[in-house]
């Protein structure tokens, strides 16, 4: 009797629980008409994504890919913080960024031939 009590006390909360869950696997569940996928959709994009950020792996467990896209001002930051800041310094190196002067101009102070061929300035 008193375990049959206590859930009785608890039933309410618990329906009211499932209740909540139930409509929350519903949205998920639903895929609505028209060219718009539903959430389980992007929820098994997101998975796949996921996996493939995290599909390399070494001794200390799996490394997330990812690429840092820096504008030439951007690089130039970067080079000041580096001299400037040891800590993030450290960090900013082990990023391998290639230097400002590599990237930004070409032969003999110019622009760089993809640059120069749109007519933009770095």
């Known amino acids: 009797r008193p375990a049959a009590a206590d859930l009785a006390k608890t039933t309410p909360a618990l329906a009211r629980t499932f209740g909540v869950l139930n409509v929350l696997v519903n949205m998920l569940g639903y895929n609505p008409p028209g060219s718009e996928e539903g ?3 992007w929820l098994a994009w997101g998975n796949h994504n996921r996996a493939t950020q995290y599909s390399a792996h070494d001794a200390h467990g799996p490394i997330r890919r990812g690429i840092v896209l820096v504008s030439c001002p951007g ?3 970067l ?7 040891p800590r993030l310094g ?3 190196t082990l990023l391998n ?3 400002r002067t590599e990237v930004c101009t070409g032969p003999g ?3 760089p031939p993809a ?3 749109a007519g933009g300035s770095p």
């Open 39 to 41: 959430y389980l959709f």
């Open 97 to 99: 960024a290639p230097l």
């Open 75 to 77: 690089l130039g930051t």
């Open 115 to 117: 640059a120069a061929a």
């Open 90 to 92: 450290a960090i900013i």
């Open 109 to 111: 102070g110019t622009a």
């Open 79 to 85: 080079e000041a913080v580096t001299q400037n800041n």
